[in-house]
């Protein structure tokens, strides 16, 4: 049974820092590509972020509003894919989700669709105030 786990949500003052973890059982991350999503109260499910499968082109690819913010990493041996994210502000505040995709094929203009992603985690909240 394939599940995903997010976890290392919390609460944060602006300009603070936090690195949520995405984990797998029954499931190779570094075969896929794993995206970040986030959902804010009464807003649509955002794409936060995406990475490439290991043996994929490499890439990484991030929404305009976390540029220069947020890393995307993996770590392969720990069945790993992280979101570092600095400098957070208060509209970063949203519960997170990863979710794998079953292809790279086009991920370059596909990261960012909701329906492409295959299996999610249950979520982990993060609030940013002060």
């Known amino acids: 049974q394939v599940q995903l786990v997010e976890s290392g949500g919390g609460s944060v003052q602006p300009g603070g820092s936090l690195r949520l973890s995405c984990s797998a059982s029954?499931?190779?991350?570094?075969?896929?590509?794993i995206g970040w999503f986030r959902q804010a109260p009464g807003k649509e499910q955002e794409a936060v972020s995406c990475?490439?499968?290991?043996?994929?082109?490499?890439?990484?690819f991030y929404t305009d509003s976390v540029k220069g913010r947020f890393t995307i990493s993996r770590d392969v041996a720990k069945n790993t894919v992280y979101l570092q994210m600095t400098d957070l502000k208060p509209e970063d505040t949203a519960v997170y989700y990863c979710?794998?995709?079953?292809?790279?094929?086009?991920?370059?203009?596909?990261?960012?669709?909701?329906?492409?992603?295959?299996?999610w985690g249950q979520g982990t909240q993060v609030t940013v105030s002060s």
């Open positions: 979710a794998s995709n079953p292809t790279e094929h086009g991920l370059w203009y596909r990261w960012r669709r909701v329906g492409e992603y295959e299996h």
């Open positions: 029954g499931f190779t991350l570094a075969d896929y590509p």
């Open positions: 990475i490439s499968k290991v043996n994929g082109d490499g890439r990484t």
